[in-house]
């Protein structure tokens, strides 16, 4: 149990272009969200936490006007890169805590690659 | 808070040895501790965790020690096999946000 499915798992965009990345919770349900962004050789950076039917919150230095986090329903959220640029191109990451999970581990999806041309 | 910009520091063990691989935690409110296990291409996979009213737990070949004083958690890795090759991260919590620690990339020579 506690699948978090990712899509897409990789894309290739140009640059100006805007990408959309899904979150699912398959058999959960997700009341908060997690988008990481992680550089090749370097550690998971939390981007924002979102919480169903409410804005997200983003970390210090992460621009919420270039990463737009919509987290609609209980099983779905969605992070957009507008206006991608070769800068952009990372592996991002999302994972999700159920309701009434407190203090458990999350649960992660498989990340997409995102590359900008 | 985050390692941010640091690359990973390597570890290299022989199959059979143990493994030791270390997390140096910033926020000393954080009450909640999970180490992660990520192989290339894919996202953090769960290996075991500890609250911070406990100094020690293990699991099927795995043992997480805890030590508050100096905000320090380790890993632990019996009997390490090829397939534990991978990067491992440490997370801490207060509950609301998950931090990573910088990772340590494991690598088991045959």
């Known amino acids: 149990g506690a699948v978090v499915s990712q899509h897409p798992s990789w894309v290739i965009c140009k640059s100006g272009t805007s990408v959309k990345i899904e979150c699912r919770s398959l058999?959960?349900?997700?009341?908060?969200m997690f988008w990481y962004r992680q550089f090749p050789k370097q550690s998971l950076m939390l981007m924002a936490t979102?919480?169903?039917?409410?804005?997200?919150?983003?970390e210090q230095g992460v621009e919420k006007d270039k990463f737009l986090i919509n987290h609609a329903s209980l099983t779905l959220s969605t992070l957009t890169v507008t206006s991608a640029h070769p800068e952009d191109s990372s592996f991002y990451i999302c994972?999700?805590?159920?309701?009434?999970?407190?203090?458990?581990?999350?649960?992660f999806g498989n990340g997409t690659r995102l590359t900008v041309t | 808070g985050e390692s941010v910009g640091l690359h990973l520091p390597t570890l290299s063990v022989q199959e059979g040895d143990n493994s030791i691989i270390n997390c140096a935690y910033s926020?000393?409110?954080?009450?909640?501790f999970i180490w992660y296990k990520q192989e290339s291409g894919k996202g953090p996979q769960f290996i075991i965790d500890i609250r911070s009213n406990m100094d020690k737990r293990q699991g099927q070949r795995v043992t997480v020690l805890l030590n508050k004083t100096v905000k320090h958690l380790s890993l632990q890795i019996a009997a390490t096999q090829p397939g534990d090759s991978a990067v491992y991260f440490c997370a801490e919590t207060t509950g609301n946000q998950f931090y990573f620690g910088t990772g340590t990339s494991l690598t088991v020579i045959p």
């Open positions: 058999d959960f349900q997700a009341t908060t």
């Open positions: 994972s999700a805590r159920g309701l009434g999970e407190g203090n458990s581990p999350l649960h």
């Open positions: 979102s919480n169903e039917g409410s804005k997200a919150t983003y």
């Open positions: 926020n000393s409110a954080s009450d909640y």
